[in-house]
């Protein structure tokens, strides 16, 4: 509730519609995180490129463009950390719920550290078996892959409705012969 406040209230601020990748400025980060040396850390993160110093957009014929004409603010969305590093992989748990935005974003853990998780293993977290061709290149592949579905679990849901379904018909199909012999 807070949160949709809050969004709402920034969006007002610059007379625009909220968006997801709004720029905030130093005013509206202080709403939520107040430290004494914030602009210092801010613009410390700009330079590493885990912001974006910029503008907010407006619509202009569909499309967002920056406005020069608003405050500039500090954008999470268009910088390193939109994609967090929060989703490394447990090797002997279960994957969370991929996207294409998150393929790339993913990290699994081996005997040298963090790595990104590789193409191959993506697709074998889809499902695909080993010997599966995917020549594309990995920008494209971790996208169609964040696109996909993971075909073994679909079989399985499928299998089940069509279990459930057949029992259903033979259970009508027993209650039709009970009233034929009624009758």
């Given at each position: 509730?807070?949160?949709?406040?809050?969004?709402?209230?920034?969006?007002?601020?610059?007379?625009?519609?909220?968006?997801?990748?709004?720029?905030?400025?130093?005013?509206?980060?202080?709403?939520?995180?107040?430290s004494?040396?914030?602009?210092?850390?801010?613009?410390?993160?700009?330079?590493?490129?885990?912001?974006?110093?910029?503008?907010?957009?407006?619509?202009?014929?569909?499309?967002?463009?920056?406005?020069?004409?608003?405050?500039?603010?500090?954008?999470?969305?268009?910088?390193?950390?939109?994609?967090?590093?929060?989703?490394?992989?447990?090797?002997?748990?279960?994957?969370?719920?991929?996207?294409?935005?998150?393929?790339?974003?993913?990290?699994?853990?081996?005997?040298?550290?963090?790595?990104?998780?590789?193409?191959?293993?993506?697709?074998?977290?889809?499902?695909?078996?080993?010997?599966?061709?995917?020549?594309?290149a990995?920008?494209?592949?971790y996208?169609?892959?964040?696109n996909?579905?993971?075909?073994?679990?679909?079989?399985?849901?499928?299998?089940?409705?069509?279990?459930?379904?057949?029992?259903?018909?033979?259970?009508?199909?027993?209650?039709?012969?009970?009233?034929?012999?009624?009758?």
């Open positions: 509730m807070l949160k949709e406040r809050r969004k709402k209230k920034w969006a007002e601020d610059y007379g625009i519609d909220w968006m997801d990748g709004m720029p905030l400025t130093i005013k509206h980060i202080r709403t939520f995180y107040d004494d040396n914030l602009k210092e850390i801010l613009d410390d993160l700009v330079q590493k490129k885990y912001l974006r110093l910029e503008h907010p957009k407006r619509k202009v014929n569909g499309v967002r463009k920056q406005d020069p004409t608003l405050p500039l603010g500090y954008n999470i969305v268009t910088g390193k950390m939109s994609f967090e590093v929060n989703k490394i992989l447990d090797p002997k748990g279960q994957a969370p719920t991929l996207v294409a935005m998150d393929m790339q974003g993913l990290y699994v853990v081996d005997e040298k550290g963090i790595r990104n998780l590789s193409l191959r293993e993506g697709l074998r977290l889809f499902g695909y078996p080993d010997d599966y061709k995917f020549d594309i990995p920008d494209l592949g996208d169609l892959l964040g996909t579905v993971v075909v073994p679990v679909i079989a399985f849901v499928a299998e089940r409705l069509l279990e459930a379904h057949y029992r259903e018909v033979e259970v009508i199909s027993d209650e039709v012969e009970i009233i034929r012999r009624a009758v």
